[in-house]
């Protein structure tokens, strides 16, 4: 009965950590299609996975309202034709608001809206220009009708505003847009609003097809890359980009800024002449990064919290032009059936597994054993075992900072922690302690001063 206890209360906590996390998990609704199903058919389709909010790229009044009291949270966005009216005058703002905003707020829960996509790069001088203009307007705006603080004004930018992203300490972005990117931040900084971006993974394997480095952008093991800058390592390259952006940030002082993620995605299906596209690749990608964001691990350069996160894309768009990766990124199809199985719907929160023995079973050690990694375990196998650990949903909060086993912080003790929570609550059998056989048992208890390791698991 003890044991049977522990087990429920060991889930209730699994199912309530990640049920906290689900405000990190975003995703993005593209409507370039003539095939969709209809907005109250989507909005059921959310509330049945544990997606928090949605990314819109325009103003859907439909959309906006089918999503009225689901507890979603609603990114809405401007786009790149309407900013020159809104930036030349202030009463296009308001109307603006007035049309899309007020008439479904507070039921509706629009927490942003983002103004342009990419303008930086448009190849338009004046739009550059005039982007900052039209979010100062907008602003000024939500300020009136009584929502400044409540609903936030940023824009989207695309990775291609770094000059340097590689090590992540050396990031900084490109000179020709400093000037326009100061204002913007200082914007940004004023209003508490988020510094959006694009990281595509994708793209980066793209450019560098290797198998070290598809591993490092599917969160799979791997060598990891050493940043010489901070003498962090870096296991995946979401991280990486990520970081160079904050690195970036902070080389020109504003580190308080917060980033947020817009878009980020694996397509499941390409063209033959395209290299990274398959549905194992997806599922990988979106599956590993939903499970780093729900450890709430964080990222070397911001650990210990998640970064805000728009998955690309619900469905399918099939107006989109280019090739057939371009219309391949749906997580869910036309019917609500998922594209593949990422962890995202309710029904298959992620719980931990006990991997298939591949040699007859040995019998359970008795008394007290605790798992531990193995003498000569490299920095990069530690840090793989801590996120496997930690994204299969574990409690990995004592050794985030603040936790009772945070100090010392290094990746040994961490994994240490890591590696033996997992073998006491999956059945502390020997197979539950191989992790790719860095790990052995031990009678010696590792815990110490106020960090107490568990033991006896679930019988």
């Known amino acids: 009965m003890a044991n049977q206890l522990f087990a429920s209360c060991f889930l209730f906590l699994l199912h309530f950590h990640l049920a906290a996390a689900q405000s990190f998990i975003g995703v993005n609704y593209g409507q370039v299609a003539d095939n969709l199903p209809p907005p109250d058919a989507t909005a059921r389709l959310l509330r049945s996975t544990s997606i928090g909010k949605v990314r819109l790229y325009g103003a859907d009044p439909a959309m906006i309202g089918a999503l009225a009291n689901t507890g979603i949270g609603i990114l809405i966005g ?13 009463g296009v703002a308001r109307n603006w608001v007035a049309s899309n905003v007020l008439p479904f707020y507070p039921a509706s829960k629009i927490t942003t809206i983002n103004v342009g996509n990419e303008v930086l790069y448009s190849g338009d001088p004046n739009l550059r220009s005039q982007l900052l203009p039209a979010m100062k307007n907008l602003q000024n705006a939500l300020v009136s ?40 931040l200082s914007f940004n900084k004023a209003t508490g609003s988020q510094f959006l971006i694009n990281p595509y993974p ?100 911001m650990p210990g919290k998640s ?31 998922m594209t593949y199985d990422a962890g995202l719907s309710t ?72 590696m033996n929570l997992l073998y006491q609550t999956s059945g502390r059998n020997p197979w539950n302690c191989d992790f790719s056989q860095t790990a052995l048992l031990t009678s010696t208890n590792p815990s110490y001063d106020g960090c107490t390791y568990p033991s006896g698991g679930i019988a």
């Open 145 to 184: 009708a009584s929502l400044g603080g409540k609903v936030k004004v940023s824009t989207v930018h695309g990775m291609s505003l770094l000059k340097s992203s590689a090590p992540p300490s050396a990031g900084s972005f490109d000179p020709a847009v400093t000037d326009l990117l100061r204002g913007l």
């Open 307 to 337: 970064v805000d996160t728009y998955l690309f894309a619900l469905y399918d768009e099939n107006l989109k032009p280019g090739p057939t990766s371009e219309r391949s990124f749906g997580l869910f199809r036309l019917d609500s059936t």
């Open 202 to 301: 994708f793209f980066a394997y793209q450019s560098d097809p290797t198998p070290e480095t598809l591993a490092f952008c599917l969160f799979q093991p791997n060598s990891g890359r050493f940043d010489s800058g901070t003498k962090l390592r870096y296991t995946n390259m979401f991280d990486a980009q990520v970081d160079a952006v904050r690195s970036a940030l902070n080389a020109m002082g504003f580190n308080d800024v917060e980033i947020g993620v817009a878009e980020t995605g694996w397509p499941y299906k390409g063209d033959s002449t395209e290299v990274g596209p398959s549905l194992e690749n997806a599922k990988a990608y979106i599956g590993n990064l939903v499970a780093h964001l729900r450890s709430l691990v964080g990222t070397p350069l």
């Open 347 to 418: 029904s298959s929160v992620p719980t931990p597994s006990t991997p298939t023995p591949t040699t007859p079973a040995a019998p359970s050690p008795k008394g007290n054993v605790w798992c531990v990694p193995k003498q000569g375990a490299t920095d990069a196998q530690l840090q793989a075992n801590i996120d496997y650990v930690c994204g299969l949903g574990y409690d990995c909060r004592p050794i985030q900072p603040g936790g009772s086993c945070f100090t010392p912080n290094t990746l040994l003790s961490h994994a240490s922690y890591a």
């Open 78 to 90: 401007v786009s790149n034709g309407e900013i020159p009216a809104m930036a030349s005058d202030p």
